[in-house]
Structure formats: structure tokens, C-alpha cells
């Protein structure tokens, strides 16, 4: 593998972290275990073992950290924890936790470290090391980077061998019966005569105890439930209808708010005639937010409709108005004062393209919305001494902080009571719907405020996925990619949206680069520079952040070299490969589709691979020219975890990402004119349709040495995946998304 190219100021930071580690706080406090939140209010005669488990009288909860999405993360959490207590669905009841330092996520800052996943080498195992340390330290309790099972699947078996083996202890000291000669069962412990003592009957008994920490975990073979079919805990809920998220939360009293903030975001509000609202049915105030106006009404659509009907001063954009601005700005930041950091310089290249015969393209990403099925809301309760606030989101102690900022409450004053939530793909990070939630119930002490955005207020305050340019050039020769030289240009979403949240970043933003610097192919002479654009519209993580843009990027140049070359895709692919796992990986997706079998006239497939958050994955995409336009018929993709949880939820995480990424790559994008996005709803910004999804056939391996997520991961390889099958098909090279802007699709 090709060594990165230099050293830039982030590296150094974190590697001088590495080194003053000790002193700066030392390894004694990392290791420090935080107090265990559960022990607060706990019932008398109830015991909890750590922060993930509570055993009472009459029932057994498990604490879930992070936020679930629609991932099942709440499902694959308590299935971790039932693995090693013995206790099987139907036998326990499972809760959000409340935010807390001791349910940090010490897998979240991997991504950020400028290491590649395969790079096991001691700086960057000590970089990650340190890292770790520090989420810790900061106590960062986040959801999101796929990092929730990375985080959990260690920790959580622990939580729950912790339990079980100091309930095997209560049961020893009840029965008088040794340990050893105690096992457990379906939330029992049972004796050697087959007495059966239910958990719930030892509770007492164990909230004496302290928790036993000498455990074990069990071998795989010993599992029961990982990498087992599993009915997921909400799935019934789902199914019918009756699964509450945030938006369904009822607070006695509550009343209902809209807000109308200037559509060009961070503009100015000059003034506003409200005369048409303030005497409609419903509506009790109108109230100043940051940046527009809140009407409070009796229901959440008298509140909409009222706001609908206010006459505002908007001020300008502090942004290009105009997208062809936001693109120029794009376009004229190659330059050596914008280079933000050269994460590749493998070989010569320049020698390389000379000795070869060259190609050169470029390829553009568009800004897209994140657009949530569940439109953004809040339900917020302000009191002198207190805040509580109904809302899901990703990251709860910030929230805590940005809230009390407003209200003028301590953060530990804000009880954040954490809700399922319909979708986020990144826009749940965000707090700016909670914050004008916040100021209006701050307006309105004693009552209880629920806020909702409608559809076209959550488009026109979304923060998109950021745009982005490549320039790439490759050599080929002998048949072969010999070189490749990709230059991208892109604003950087970590400072856009680190800055909202008062948090600087220094050094390199390592989304510019991802999907494209990391993907771990031995090509002898590779370059690859990262242009950092000047804020342009403030953006936000969208599903697989900067690997969305990257994956298009890198693979759709590799693509166009590997044709220039006459060499087969899948083949030259493999060749180039020097990861084993992600060779595998290659292989499984070109054994699935059967690469290279005849599939008729007017055929074409695609494939793609792409690396993020640590997991290769690869995609084949066959497709077919109608005379109606591309039809997508069907999709591969194999994609390495380490160890599968439930292969049912991960077929169904992969599926879901593939139709998520072909319909944004399709149909997808956002545009501004006069400073305003100019998509106001589903209708303008359109996913998939029931008639154009593919069959998609999911195969997950399990080589890798660490267990990874896969929220994110199958969204990357689908765009270029998608847009070479439509070149084998049809000859057009298409380098811009979205497609429809070149082609037709069925």
C-alpha cells in the first residue's frame, strides 16, 4: 500500500495528542469507568449492574444508548445484551438512555482519523487509541458514521455477562448452592435440581451485590442470537401503524407551533405584516425566533396555515444566490492556496501518464436534501428550574447544551426524554428545529410546546449534502490502469456543520476525501488532492457523508480507465486489489451476478466498489435501454461486517441504503435561485418508485478483524455502480448526478 502522501497539521495534532496523552490526562482518567446514571431514582429492591441494565420486581429493562433511526439499532442493541444474560424476547422491556457521559460511543472518531481502515500500523492504532481516550473524556454520546454496532457489540455483551454472573452470585447466596454449579436460561438462574429462580425474584437480593466484572464472553459457537434471524423488536409496531415517534408525543396542555424563518438561510428578517394570521381559528400567538416567526394554535395545521398566511421582509442570502455562483466557486478552487490536504502521492504520476495513454473527465455531485419521513419537530416544556424536551435526535448531551443556552438552564437541567425517529439520514444531527422549539416554549413558561415543521419549511432549512467537483486524469497501458491522478474540490460540511455547534475542527476536513483517498487498491502510481470550496450554502452530514461524493468520483474515473484499457471491469478491479478482504469482497459480487455471462441486447452492468466507514463493499447493477428509458433490473452487493448481527435486519439496512442512493442519484438534487433552494417537497425531489426498484440481492462476509456497521456503507458504490452499467448498455458516459439531467429513466 501507497503511503500518505504528507503529513498534514491534523495528523500532527493527533499525534502530538498521542504523545502528551499521559500528561495531558492521563491514562488513569480514560480507564476511570463513569458512575453508573441508572442508580439515580432506582426503585428499592431493584438492582442495576451497569448502565445498560436494570432488574426489578416485576420486570427487566435494557438501556439502549443510541438513537434509533430506522436501523434497528434499539433491536440489535438489546439482542447484544439478551446474548450474554440469557433472557429472550418477550422478557424485556428496552428504553433510550438518558444523556450521559457514560454511554459515550468510543467507536465514532475512527472515521475521523487520517488513517485508512486497513492501516493497522502503531501510529495509527495509537491515533485511534487516543482518540477513543478523548470521546471518552468529552463523555461524546452520538449516533451516527455507523458507528452505533462498532460501539456496542463488545460492550454490551459485557453489560450483559456483568449481569448474569452477579445474579448467579444472589442466586448462590439464596440457594447456597456454589457458582459453579449454577447456569442460567431464559431469565432464570437454575439449580443443578432444576429449581428455576426468575431474575426478577433475585433482583433484591443482587441490588445488594457489587457487580461481578470478572467475566467471560462466549465463543460465537455459544451464540443463540447473534447472526441468527431475529424477529426485530419494533417490527409489529411498524407494521401496523401504531409505532410512536416523535412526532406523536402528547403532552397534557401542550400547544401547537409552526415556524416561517427566512428561506434564505441566515439571511435577516427586516419585518412582517401578520395581520392576515392573528385572527384566524386557532391561532393564540405570534411570537419572534431567531430569523422568522412562530405562530402558536391549537393544532399543529391552524399553526401552518396561520404562518403561511404572514407577509414577510426577507433579507439576502449570506450565499450565491444563483447555483451557477455556487458552482463557479466550486470550479475555480484548484488552486494551491485552496489545497487542503495531498492525501495520496503514490509513484510517479506524472512519469506514469506520460509513458501511458491518458484519459481526463470531470464529474460534479449535487447539493440533496435529507428529507426525513417524519418531519422535523420538537415538544419542549420550559419550567423555572427545569427544561424537558420530546424530540429524536443523535447526539442528546449537545442538545442538552444548545437548549439550556437558550432557556439559561445548566445543561443538567434539560431532561432530554430521547424518541424513535422516522428517518434522519444526517439531519437529525442538527439542532436548529429543537432550538426555535426551545425559544418559543421559553416564551411560553408552564405550557408545554409542541413544534413541526412542514414539509416545506424542513426543505427550505435543511442543511443538504454539500456539492462537489473532481477533476481526475489516469494513464493506461498493456491493457492495464496504470495511473491515476483525481483532484476534488468541495466545501468543507465538517466546518459547516461543527460550526453551528460553536466547535472548531482545525486541520484537514477528511470528507473531502473520503470514498476516493481510502479505497485500498495497490495502484503503483496514484495522487489524490483535496481542495477545501469556501463556505458556500451551510451543509450537513447527509447518509455516508463525504464517501457519497467520493465513491462517484473515484470509481467512475477507475471505470472510464479500466474501458480505455479494453481490460474487464470486475477483473482489472481485483487485479488492482491489494486488501484481502476487500478482494473477497470483489469476488463474492462478480459470483453473485455471475460476471461475465451473456445477459442479451440492450443490456448493460455496472459495478462499483467503495470503502467507507470500514466496510468494502461492491455492487453490480444490471440494467436495460427501453425504449421508455433505463430500467434498473437488478442489484448485487456484498459488503464485509466482521460478524453479522441479524442477517435478516442486514439485508434489509442494505436494500434500504441501495433504493435510498439509486433514487437520489437518479432523481435528486438542490438547487438555489434568488438564494432559496428550489425544491419545496417530495414531488421536486423524488426517491424511487415502487415500479422502478430492482431486485436486490444482499450477500454480507464476515473476514474482516473488527466488527463494522452497515447503515452507511451500501449508499456509495450505487451512483457509479449505476452510471457504468448505463454506459455498458447505451455507450453514454454520464459524470453528473443526477442522471435524470442526461437520461431517461422508467
Known amino acids: 500500500m501507497g503511503k500518505v502522501g ?3 497539521r491534523r495528523t500532527f495534532l493527533i499525534g502530538a495528542a498521542a504523545v502528551a496523552g499521559g500528561v495531558a490526562f492521563g491514562v488513569y482518567k480514560v480507564r476511570t469507568p463513569y458512575e453508573n446514571p441508572l442508580k439515580d431514582g432506582l426503585a428499592d429492591g431493584a438492582a442495576t449492574f451497569n448502565p445498560w441494565v436494570v432488574i426489578e420486581s416485576d420486570k427487566i429493562t435494557l438501556v439502549g444508548p443510541h438513537g434509533d433511526k430506522g436501523q434497528g439499532i434499539m433491536h440489535a442493541q438489546a439482542a447484544l445484551i439478551a446474548e450474554e444474560l440469557d433472557v429472550e424476547f418477550g422478557q424485556f422491556e428496552t428504553t433510550f438512555g438518558k444523556p450521559d457521559k457514560a454511554y459515550w460511543n468510543r467507536a465514532m472518531a475512527e472515521d475521523g482519523v487520517p488513517f485508512m481502515s486497513t492501516d493497522k500500523s502503531f501510529s495509527a492504532e495509537t491515533t485511534r487509541s487516543v482518540m477513543g481516550g478523548m470521546m471518552k473524556l468529552i463523555g461524546l454520546q452520538g449516533t451516527g458514521g455507523s458507528s452505533s454496532i462498532p460501539d456496542s457489540f463488545v460492550k454490551l455483551r459485557e453489560a450483559g455477562a456483568v449481569a448474569r454472573e452477579t445474579l448467579k452470585l444472589a442466586a448462590s447466596n439464596v440457594s447456597g448452592v456454589p457458582v459453579r454449579d449454577l447456569r442460567t436460561a431464559n431469565g432464570m438462574v437454575i439449580l443443578p435440581d432444576g429449581t428455576e429462580l426468575a431474575y426478577t425474584a433475585l433482583a433484591g437480593e443482587a441490588a445488594k451485590l457489587e457487580p461481578v466484572t470478572e467475566i467471560k464472553l462466549r465463543e460465537p459457537s455459544e451464540w443463540r442470537l447473534i447472526g441468527k434471524p431475529m424477529q426485530r423488536l419494533d417490527i409489529v409496531a411498524k407494521s401496523t401503524g401504531t409505532m410512536d415517534y416523535g412526532i406523536d408525543v402528547e403532552v397534557e396542555g401542550a400547544v401547537h407551533a409552526a415556524v416561517v424563518c427566512n428561506p434564505r438561510q441566515g439571511g435577516a428578517l427586516n419585518g412582517y405584516d401578520a395581520s392576515a394570521a392573528q385572527d384566524m381559528r386557532g391561532v393564540q400567538k405570534i411570537l419572534d425566533v431567531t430569523g422568522g416567526v412562530a405562530v402558536v394554535a391549537d393544532n399543529t395545521w391552524r399553526a ?8 414577510f421582509d426577507w433579507g439576502p442570502a449570506p450565499y450565491p444566490s444563483e447555483q451557477d455562483d455556487h458552482w463557479a466557486e466550486v470550479a475555480a478552487s484548484f488552486t494551491e492556496e485552496r489545497l487542503d490536504k495531498e492525501w495520496r502521492a503514490d509513484g510517479d504520476v506524472d512519469q506514469a501518464m506520460a509513458a501511458g495513454k491518458s484519459v481526463e473527465a470531470e464529474y460534479r455531485v449535487p447539493y440533496v436534501a435529507h428529507a426525513p419521513l417524519e418531519p422535523l419537530n420538537a415538544t419542549v416544556l420550559v419550567e423555572d428550574d427545569k427544561v424537558t424536551v420530546w424530540t429524536g435526535h443523535q447526539i442528546p448531551r449537545m442538545l442538552q447544551q444548545q437548549v439550556g443556552k437558550i432557556t439559561g438552564h445548566k445543561p443538567d437541567q434539560v431532561e432530554f426524554i430521547n424518541q424513535y425517529m422516522g428517518g434522519s439520514f444526517g439531519h437529525r444531527l442538527e439542532f436548529e428545529h429543537v432550538k426555535v422549539a426551545a425559544e418559543v416554549a421559553n416564551q411560553m413558561r408552564g405550557t408545554p410546546v409542541k413544534m413541526t415543521y412542514s414539509r416545506e419549511e424542513d426543505f427550505a432549512h435543511d442543511f443538504p449534502r454539500h456539492i462537489g467537483m473532481a477533476k481526475g486524469s489516469g494513464a493506461v497501458k498493456d491493457g492495464k490502469v496504470v495511473a491515476m491522478d483525481l483532484s476534488v474540490a468541495m466545501p468543507s460540511v465538517i466546518n459547516s456543520q461543527m460550526g453551528r455547534a460553536g466547535i472548531s475542527v482545525p486541520g484537514p476536513d477528511t470528507q473531502i476525501s473520503a470514498g476516493a483517498w481510502n479505497n485500498p487498491y495497490a495502484m503503483e502510481n496514484f495522487r489524490m488532492r483535496a481542495y477545501r470550496v469556501p463556505e458556500l450554502a451551510p451543509t450537513s452530514s447527509w447518509r455516508s457523508v463525504g464517501a457519497s461524493a467520493g465513491g462517484f468520483f473515484f470509481d467512475s474515473l477507475l471505470d472510464e480507465l479500466i474501458h480505455e484499457a479494453g481490460a474487464d471491469p470486475l477483473e482489472e478491479r481485483i487485479r488492482l486489489m491489494e486488501h484481502d478482504v476487500s478482494r473477497k469482497v470483489l469476488e463474492a459480487v462478480g459470483e453473485m451476478s455471475n460476471w461475465g455471462s451473456p445477459i442479451g441486447a440492450n443490456k448493460g452492468r455496472g459495478i462499483a466498489f467503495v470503502e467507507s466507514f470500514g466496510v468494502p463493499t461492491a455492487e453490480v447493477i444490471e440494467v436495460t435501454n427501453t425504449e421508455d428509458g433505463i430500467r434498473i433490473d437488478k442489484v448485487w452487493v456484498a459488503a464485509d461486517v466482521g460478524t453479522v448481527i441479524d442477517p435478516v435486519n442486514f439485508e434489509n439496512l442494505v436494500q434500504g441504503g441501495v433504493v435510498f442512493a439509486l433514487g437520489h442519484a437518479m432523481n435528486s438534487e438542490i438547487t438555489y435561485s434568488d438564494g ?28 474482516s478483524d473488527k466488527v463494522r456497521g452497515i ?6 458504490p450505487a451512483a457509479p455502480a449505476l452510471a457504468n452499467a448505463i454506459f455498458a448498455a447505451t455507450g453514454q458516459r454520464i459524470r453528473e448526478l443526477p442522471l435524470y439531467n442526461h437520461i431517461d429513466f422508467v
Open 304 to 311: 401552518i396555515k396561520a404562518a403561511e398566511a404572514i407577509d
Open 6 to 8: 504528507k503529513i498534514a
Open 676 to 703: 432559496m433552494a428550489e425544491q419545496a417537497n417530495y414531488w421536486d425531489a423524488e426517491g424511487m418508485r415502487m415500479h422502478q426498484c430492482p431486485e436486490i440481492f444482499v450477500k454480507g462476509l464476515e473476514s
Open 711 to 716: 447503515g452507511e456503507p451500501p449508499v456509495p
